[in-house]
């Protein structure tokens, strides 16, 4: 099975969307093995931001990620790195599809409630930064030999 990181920011934590965010990966049939309420220190947000460290807008998001508590997590399933990016939508909340997180209640770029991984190297590098792996229960629900065949 397949895992991705996905992050709920300061945004979506503000805006009481936790638990809209962990239904709809959970209503999707994915299987939460990871997750943590937490403030996010300076030094975790620019190694985690570090591929848009020469761009303009680097220290301003660092500093909304550090800006109130974010939930990080991990979620398992098949085909669930590119399951989740479609489930999330589009960057920019406003060309976000509806139905898609962002496109349901995302306003801003800068304010775009979620962050997931965008490809299976880049879930595995971010797992690693945010989670060790005693802190990563593997389960199997029994209600995947309802999804799986």
Request: hydrophobic share 40%.
């Amino acid at each position: 099975m397949e895992r991705t990181f996905i992050m709920i920011k300061p945004d979506g934590v503000q805006r009481g969307l936790v638990g809209e965010v962990i239904g709809r990966f959970e209503t999707k049939g994915f299987t939460l093995v990871g997750l943590k309420f937490m403030s996010v220190s300076r030094e975790l947000a620019e190694e985690h931001y570090d591929v848009h460290k020469e761009r303009p807008f680097f220290g301003s998001l660092v500093d909304f990620i550090c800006s109130s508590p974010v939930v990080a997590m991990v979620w398992e399933g098949e085909g669930v790195v590119a399951s989740a990016r479609t489930l999330i939508g589009a960057t920019n909340p406003l060309s976000a599809d509806p139905g898609t997180i962002r496109g349901d209640f995302g306003v801003s770029v800068g304010r775009n409630l979620i962050h997931g991984s965008d490809a299976i190297e880049t879930a595995q590098k971010e797992i690693a930064l945010w989670f060790s792996e005693k802190e990563l229960v593997s389960w199997e629900p029994t209600v995947n030999t309802w999804l799986y065949e």
